[in-house]
């Protein structure tokens, strides 16, 4: 019986969970370490289908930014982050951009949407100063 | 020059701590609040944090940075606090006058109190003392993360990251989605900077190795960085002789500690610790200078954002009280940090309170109890499996201080 370690990324606590799994399936057969109910869950699913929130940017024409932030609705299987991001180098919006707007009704054929995290307002900002 | 704006609460800082605290202050009956913020838009460095994971503790979800500072902006507005953006604070003065500049020129204001919630600047080479040439294409993390995330320009093909914290974990996974190469994070203490979940996600998702105990040794190139050297420190964190490694790379990110920001205080007389770099303040987060009041990372460099938030609110409904001249208290005793513990804010308590204590420790340890004791008696004993120096522990006694006590000490014991 296989076993495995492996770090919960659920919340901040950041638990060492300590896997025990079935290679055929696979299935998690036990597991300790665990803090709460949700390192079960993210065992589960990171053993069986390991998913990731993208996060990035996309590019903007007339916004009073060059970029505008954003997510994917949900967490994507973890092997198509690369291929995502790559499809988003392509991708403009145009401004104004509503926080939580759509971007792009499917991601890769997921059925995940990809949204807008901040709003973007129409026009350039005056002065070229650069705030860092 | 004559105030030309009063205000009963003014917070010189938009940010997380400083919209948080905007809010609360209108919640706490506040009538008029004033946010002074130097960017085009409030948020902060929320803004250029476009990943997930920050709301966990306060919304329950995980938000991006600009999710989470969205919903503050969207209560501010509600709330009716004035955010004047583009605005450059330049002077506090003891007796809460400020003196700024924004888009319609000088201005002076008066504030019943004022909240400092400036936030934290980051470390750069000069403050680590690498050897070597000057080149380009040396950048602390936050501005690496700013060229990318805010102004998209790439900041370098093939990266090495010198330090563990957080936001160098995040840009480089960033700087790796995005194309770059991220040779390794290189790490001078034994142990990361950065959360656990940030090494796995960041790091092991991505086959970026972490070289802890290593740091880099020299810099090379004539226009950019050609090459970088790294080799293995020794507990006294000196160089270890034949461990030299070189890395042909364009660019060097870091990501290597966070200083309060705090040059206004310091003119308006606040007093700051050595060891934080914030301010000396009570349990109600006072400063030393009466009706000023300190939160956020300019208080301390916190490692969540909702616990920014929620001592900027507590400093919030403090500086309510002040404004509404609640009667001034006698000063606080001493909070001590003792062993294993590198601070504890508040740094000040008064008899009969009990203060919520933010502290970190000052190497990794667990497990064992964080004990609280004024004299003898043991205020409160916590009970933790680990805590490492990048986690913020927040404790609050379960006894009030006692009267005639001369000190609180904090520390971490075995049992």
């Given at each position: 019986?296989?076993?495995?370690e ?30 709460c ?37 949900a967490?994507l ?8 991001i ?35 307002p ?7 100063m650069?705030?860092? | ?7 009963d609460?003014?917070?010189?800082g938009g ?15 506040a009538?008029?609040?004033?946010v002074l ?8 460095i ?22 989470y ?9 509600e ?16 007796e ?10 000088l ?5 019943g ?13 000069g ?15 936050g501005?690496?993360q700013?060229?990318l ?9 093939r990266?090495?990251?010198?330090g ?35 090494i ?8 970026i ?10 810099i ?5 960085v ?20 070189v ?38 987060l006072?400063?030393?200078?009466p ?7 300019a ?5 969540l ?7 900027a609110e507590?400093a ?15 000063p ?9 513990v590198?601070?504890v ?30 004299g ?5 004993a ?9 986690e ?7 006894l ?8 609180m ?7």
């Amino acid at each position: 019986m296989p076993e495995k370690e492996m770090r919960c990324i659920i919340c901040p606590a950041g638990c060492v969970l300590r896997l025990s799994y079935d290679a055929d399936g696979p299935a998690l057969l036990a597991l300790s370490g665990a803090d709460c109910t949700r390192g079960r869950e993210y065992a589960e699913q990171e053993l069986t289908d390991p998913r990731r929130t993208l996060t990035s940017t996309v590019k903007v024409r007339g916004g009073r930014f060059p970029l505008v932030s954003v997510r994917s609705a949900a967490p994507l299987p973890k092997h198509l982050l690369r291929p995502a991001i790559a499809l988003l180098r392509d991708l403009w919006a145009e401004a104004p951009v509503e926080a939580g707007s759509v971007l792009l009704d499917d991601i890769l054929g997921t059925g995940t949407p990809l949204l807008a995290t901040r709003a973007v307002p129409s026009q350039a900002i005056k002065s070229a100063m650069i705030a860092l | 020059m004559e105030p030309t704006l009063k205000t009963d609460i003014a917070v010189i800082g938009g940010g997380p701590a400083g919209l948080a605290a905007a809010v609360a202050a209108r919640a706490a009956g506040a009538e008029r609040v004033l946010v002074l913020e130097r960017e085009p838009v409030a948020g902060g460095i929320l803004n250029q944090c476009i990943h997930d994971g920050f709301g966990l503790v306060r919304f329950g979800e995980a938000l991006t940075g600009p999710e989470y500072a969205d919903r503050f902006l969207r209560a501010a507005q509600e709330a009716e606090v004035q955010i004047l953006t583009e605005t450059m604070t330049l002077e506090l003065t003891a007796e809460r006058r400020l003196t700024a500049l924004g888009p319609q020129g000088l201005f002076a204001a008066e504030a019943g109190a004022v909240i400092l919630a400036m936030g934290c600047r980051e470390r750069a080479r000069g403050a680590i003392q690498i050897p070597g040439t000057r080149p380009a294409g040396i950048f602390t993390a936050g501005t690496a993360q700013h060229y990318l995330n805010a102004q998209n320009l790439m900041p370098g093909r093939r990266a090495l990251i010198l330090g563990s914290g957080d936001v160098g974990l995040i840009m480089a996974r960033r700087l790796t989605l995005e194309g770059a190469e991220v040779l390794a994070v290189v790490e001078k203490l034994p142990y990361a900077g950065g959360l656990a979940r940030n090494i796995a996600q960041c790091l092991e998702d991505y086959d970026i190795p972490l070289y802890l105990s290593h740091t880099v040794t020299h810099i090379e190139g004539k226009q950019r960085v050609e090459r970088v050297t790294v080799a293995r420190v020794d507990e006294a964190g000196r160089e270890v002789p034949g461990t030299a490694r070189v890395y042909a790379c364009d660019t060097l990110i870091l990501s290597v500690g966070l200083i309060p920001e705090n040059e206004l205080s310091l003119k308006a007389g606040v007093k700051l610790s050595p060891v934080t770099g914030g301010a000396l303040v009570d349990e109600d987060l006072q400063t030393n200078v009466p009706g000023i009041f300190a939160c956020g990372n300019a208080l301390h460099v916190h490692d969540l954002v909702d616990y920014a938030s929620a001592e900027a609110e507590q400093a919030a409904r403090s500086a309510v009280a002040f404004c509404r001249g609640e009667a001034a208290l006698p000063p606080g005793i001493p909070v001590r940090p003792a062993a294993g513990v590198r601070y504890v804010v508040p740094f000040f308590a008064r008899p009969g309170s009990r203060p919520l204590l933010s502290l970190r420790v000052s190497a990794p340890a667990g497990p064992g109890r964080l004990v609280v004791k004024a004299g003898e008696q043991v205020l409160a004993a916590r009970k933790f499996t680990r805590l490492l120096p990048s986690e913020m522990a927040r404790l609050t006694p379960r006894l009030p201080v006692p009267p005639g006590a001369a000190e609180m000490e904090v520390l971490v014991s075995d049992a």
